[in-house]
């Protein structure tokens, strides 16, 4: 079996589930996810913990029994705990501020880039400016956030100016070499 599909996945308090037809419906104190699972995958609750089974050892079940926990996992999770994604800005003049829910980054353009949030995201950019992070219940959704706010100036290997993760490490090059 599936290393990660065999895993059981552990409801804590304040989650509930609701499972029909394989869609798989999970709220908690943060909030409510919906999502439809393939209907070879059997979801059942047992014991106060998720479990899931596949039907045979065929390379297309075994693919996504794995997935099939990994996702629900990621669905008590978030309603739970939540996710954040942490970036950082860097470069002369660039920062980010909020305007209302909006974000708005300066990041050397012509015109400020503004994001509006989708969804249950939300936004906090601390007071330098400096570093922001996007929150929610959906790992997914939080994700593909960041990397499009990513996207906008991506860092540069010169100076590292631009917008990177909390902790990325950024591979520097070496400017031009002097004239001798």
């Not at 804590?12 to 709220?27: A, E, R, Y």
């Not at 899931?52 to 926990?69: E, F, M, V, Y």
């Not at 969804?119 to 906090?124: R, Y």
């Amino acid at each position: 079996m599936s290393r990660i599909g065999k895993a059981p996945v552990s409801l804590p308090s304040g989650v509930k589930i609701d499972i029909k037809n394989n869609q798989v419906t999970v709220g908690g104190p943060k909030g409510e996810l919906t999502r439809t699972f393939s209907p070879d995958m059997a979801i059942a609750v047992e014991d106060n913990q998720i479990v899931i089974t596949r039907p045979s050892d065929q390379k297309h079940h075994k693919a996504i029994h794995g997935l099939t926990r990994a996702l629900i996992n990621n669905m008590v999770v978030g309603v739970s705990k939540g996710f954040t994604r942490e970036l950082v800005i860097e470069g002369v003049g660039y920062r980010a501020a909020m305007e209302g829910k909006n974000l708005v980054l300066n990041v050397g353009y012509s015109h400020p880039v503004v994001f509006e949030p989708v969804g249950k995201l939300s936004f906090d950019v601390d007071k330098s400016g400096r570093a922001l992070s996007v929150s929610g219940i959906d790992k997914q959704l939080v994700g593909e956030f960041a990397a499009r706010i990513r996207r906008t100036r991506p860092p540069e290997p010169y100076k590292g100016k631009g917008i990177s993760y909390q902790g990325e490490i950024i591979r520097r090059k070496a400017g031009k070499a002097g004239k001798k």
